[in-house]
């Protein structure tokens, strides 16, 4: 079978599991099961983009192990094929807010010790714009810019609902005056999407999926966006954080608890507006019982802005369905 003929065969297949950005499909060939990797032509780009995925698994592989393995790249028309990893997504036993295996958590902490372990020289190359070494504000401004850069093109058609969800008109105002104050720390390369859908765990080990996010930045940010997207109780977030500083070479970690939660505001305000629009156009299509689902979903994620803007988290549901009733009706 040609690549030609993989990548027909997953377009016609009815089951895939599809991020915001491709399709992955599970295909069997006469030498095993390989996952084919399509982006989605139509996906709103609301994340910051650095490299193409391909380089970024050529990096890392001397480095790090549990990661999909390259297998073909193809310009026209765009596909990857990784090979297929068995197990099951960490989401799918262990979902956001719930427990995680203590052995998943020392993964976690082994990846990101490897991956500052990774020299520059080694890494794709990066922009003239993009922030130098150690320059952790100008990294979180460029991660606020995208977020500003985002609420900009949304905004004239999304402005009632914004209102009536208490976003406010200058949504970034709040850290914007923070970001000199990041204490500076060598870049490293980030995942920068680790959450429980791009974790497989098999045979008492977890592999790590869906590097298109990967980013040259603060390592600060890893473990800051890592705690947004995982949603830990906050027994293991605790746990998680103390073997990230003892793990970890000490100038990567360096630092008040501060810069943290500088990062994670900003995710939590870059949430309550990106997923407000993806949201609203899953809504259309979406079945009764998935609907619930995400207008509960996203009641939280607008609270958990709302607390960082100091308002009174009290978005309930029931507002949020009436807000963005005009998506589905």
Same mark, same amino acid.
């Given at each position: 079978m040609t690549w030609l003929e993989l990548y027909g065969r997953a377009l016609a297949a009815g089951e895939a599991a599809a991020g915001y950005y491709n399709r992955n499909v599970g295909v069997r060939t006469a030498d095993g099961k390989v996952n084919v990797r399509i982006p989605l032509a139509a996906a709103d780009i609301m994340d910051l983009r650095l490299w193409r995925e391909e380089d970024v698994l050529a990096c890392i592989r001397p480095y790090v192990g549990r990661v999909p393995e390259l297998r073909h790249v193809s310009e026209e028309p765009r596909f990857q094929v990784h090979h297929f990893i068995e197990g099951r997504v960490l989401d799918s036993f262990s979902p956001r807010g719930s427990l995680v295996p203590a052995n998943v958590l020392a993964d976690v902490v082994t990846l990101m010790d490897q991956l500052v372990r990774i020299p520059q020289e080694k890494a794709p190359a990066v922009p003239a714009h993009w922030p130098a070494s150690g320059d952790s504000g100008g990294f979180g401004r460029l991660l606020a810019g995208l977020t500003q850069d985002v609420y900009s093109t949304y905004v004239d058609?999304? #402005?009632?609902? @914004?209102?009536?969800?208490?976003?406010?008109?200058? /949504?970034?105002?709040?850290?914007?005056?923070? +970001?000199?104050? $990041?204490?500076?720390?060598? @870049?490293?390369?980030?995942?920068?999407?680790?959450?429980?859908?791009?974790?497989?765990?098999?045979?008492?080990?977890?592999?790590?999926?869906?590097?298109?996010?990967?980013?040259?930045?603060?390592?600060? &940010? =890893?473990?800051?966006?890592? @705690?947004?997207?995982?949603? &830990?109780?906050?027994? *293991?977030?605790?746990?998680?954080?103390? *073997? +990230?500083?003892?793990?970890?070479?000490?100038?990567?970690?360096?630092?008040?608890?501060?810069? $943290?939660?500088?990062?994670?505001?900003?995710?939590?305000?870059?949430?309550?507006?990106?997923?407000?629009?993806?949201?609203?156009? *899953?809504?259309?299509?979406?079945? *009764?019982? =998935?609907?619930? @689902?995400?207008?509960? #979903?996203?009641?939280?994620?607008?609270?958990?802005?709302?607390?960082?803007?100091?308002?009174?988290?009290? !978005?309930? /549901?029931?507002?949020?369905?009436?807000? !963005?009733?005009?998506?589905?009706?």
């Open positions: 058609e999304y #402005r009632g609902v @914004f209102a009536e969800l208490g976003i406010p008109a200058d /949504p970034l105002a709040v850290v914007e005056p923070l +970001w000199d104050s $990041l204490a500076s720390r060598p @870049f490293a390369v980030l995942h920068a999407d680790l959450h429980r859908k791009n974790m497989i765990v098999a045979d008492g080990v977890t592999w790590f999926l869906d590097w298109e996010l990967a980013l040259w930045g603060d390592p600060m &940010y =890893e473990i800051g966006i890592h @705690f947004h997207k995982m949603d &830990y109780p906050e027994e *293991q977030r605790a746990s998680i954080l103390c *073997q +990230w500083r003892e793990r970890l070479p000490t100038h990567f970690t360096t630092g008040p608890l501060a810069d $943290l939660e500088l990062y994670m505001a900003h995710e939590k305000i870059k949430s309550a507006i990106v997923d407000t629009v993806r949201y609203s156009k *899953q809504l259309a299509a979406a079945a *009764q019982p =998935e609907r619930d @689902f995400l207008i509960r #979903r996203l009641a939280k994620k607008v609270n958990a802005a709302r607390r960082v803007w100091g308002s009174p988290p009290n !978005l309930t /549901p029931e507002r949020v369905a009436v807000s !963005l009733a005009p998506w589905w009706e």
